[in-house]
């Protein structure tokens, strides 16, 4: 009987991934068709002040049109070193801007790293992925070894994103270096100026080295336990998933609020527990993503989750555009901001980034932001949703035994 049963289970499990292959295919190029443009959104957003956390000066960014000046200013008075990480560099007029500043500094002595992923960027053209010889340059590529194709732990994006210059400007947030994150789409950023840079220093210099150990940075900038502003990054390679926990330690202890911002809500088992958990005893549990993202199968099986969620009592807003941001703040205390999206892939997968920070005043203008974008989405109600279409809830099944996968 076994050698009978064997092969069909071959076929079976062969049969499944084709028709979840041609599902998935199907469900994107539906959602691709009816996809508007994506609209400039930012009108109607706080003017944001820098406010103090200890020793720290924080600048919290909600456009592109007001990050990339000030970063590129940043890139331009450094003295010292420039670290430059993101998964997303284009060849556009917001990147190229970045590549010149980058040259330059390099030219005048400063010591220039550039890293990237290999994957996100292979599509750029070559010529713009050559910079001077100056220019200390690495693309992560998760294959280095025939061998490494039998080990899970490759199989992860460098999904971070952040600027350092000289250890003490920062910045961390979901931004990517592209014309699309200052003209189309909703993301956040946050800018540390003071001894907590020299955190994202450190993991920027950490990281380069384990990557490139034959090109390790021998410069380091002292850094400090500081219990207000925490630096977390997701390893893939140590199996280390510190922001994964973080949210669940936070959701866990919230008592008032939970706001949640992300492009990308497929929390794993365990967190959608917590979620739900807390908005059934009484937290206000909010959270907000794009009604349309550029992923339209995330898209399919985050709305997998709606019915659940609004049973428990958390309230869900579908964002007019693409919001790109990965942010929460709880309670009017503490607050993230990184490169880390809800889903499985960045919670025990990428490579990624996440600052946590304990602020009152930091957290009144992270709630800010948030009803700023809740007044451009609409909310949806357990009422409308059991009323949604035949088609909605078709896709939704369909995808639905790829949310382990997520």
């Not at 062969?14 to 443009?37: C, G, H, K, P, S």
């Not at 490494?148 to 952040?162: C, G, N, P, S």
């Not at 390893?235 to 510190?242: I, L, Y």
């Not at 949703?385 to 909605?392: D, Q």
Request: glycine content about 6%; charged content about 25%; overall charge neutral.
């Amino acid at each position: 009987m076994r050698p009978v049963l064997l092969p069909l289970l071959k076929r079976g499990l062969a049969l499944w991934a084709v028709f979840e292959a041609a599902a998935v295919t199907i469900l994107e190029l539906t959602w691709l068709a009816r996809r508007q443009r994506y609209r400039h959104q930012y009108i109607g957003h706080p003017d944001f002040t820098s406010v103090t956390v200890g020793q720290n000066r924080l600048l919290l960014y909600a456009d592109g049109e007001d990050l990339f000046p000030d970063m590129l200013a940043a890139i331009r008075t450094a003295r010292e070193a420039v670290y430059l990480e993101s998964f997303i560099f284009r060849d556009d007029a917001i990147g190229r801007a970045f590549k010149a500043e980058l040259s330059a500094r390099a030219d005048a002595g400063v010591d220039v790293y550039v890293l990237v992923d290999g994957f996100a960027t292979l599509l750029e053209p070559a010529r713009f992925k050559r910079f001077p010889k100056n220019v200390h340059t690495l693309a992560y590529t998760p294959f280095r070894q025939p061998w490494d194709v039998i080990d899970l732990r490759h199989y992860a994006f460098e999904h971070r994103k952040l600027l350092v210059a000289d250890g003490r400007v920062g910045f961390i947030g979901g931004f990517n270096i592209a014309d699309a994150n200052s003209v189309s789409w909703r993301d956040t950023q946050l800018r540390i100026e003071g001894p907590a840079a020299a955190e994202l220093a450190g993991e920027f210099e950490h990281f380069w080295s384990w990557l490139a150990p034959k090109q390790r940075i021998e410069r380091r900038y002292r850094r400090t336990l500081d219990p207000l502003i925490r630096v977390l990054g997701t390893d893939a390679h140590r199996m280390t998933f510190p922001i994964r926990n973080m949210y669940m330690e936070a959701v866990e202890r919230a008592e008032r609020r939970i706001w949640l911002t992300n492009p990308y809500f497929v929390p794993d088992p365990a967190l959608l527990d917590e979620l739900k958990a807390a908005g059934r005893r009484g937290v206000d549990v909010r959270v907000l993503l794009p009604w349309q993202s550029n992923h339209g199968a995330i898209d399919w099986l985050s709305r997998g989750n709606f019915s659940a969620c609004l049973a428990a009592g958390i309230r869900i807003f579908g964002y007019d555009g693409m919001i790109h941001a990965k942010t929460c703040t709880v309670d009017g205390v503490w607050s993230t901001i990184g490169t880390a999206n809800l889903d499985r892939l960045s919670s025990a997968g990428n490579y990624e980034i996440n600052v946590e920070v304990y602020s009152e005043a930091l957290a009144s203008q992270m709630e800010a932001l948030f009803e700023s974008d809740a007044r451009k989405a609409t909310e949806i109600t357990a009422e409308a949703w059991a009323r949604r279409p035949a088609t909605l809830r078709l896709g939704e099944t369909l995808i639905a035994p790829l949310r382990v996968l997520a």
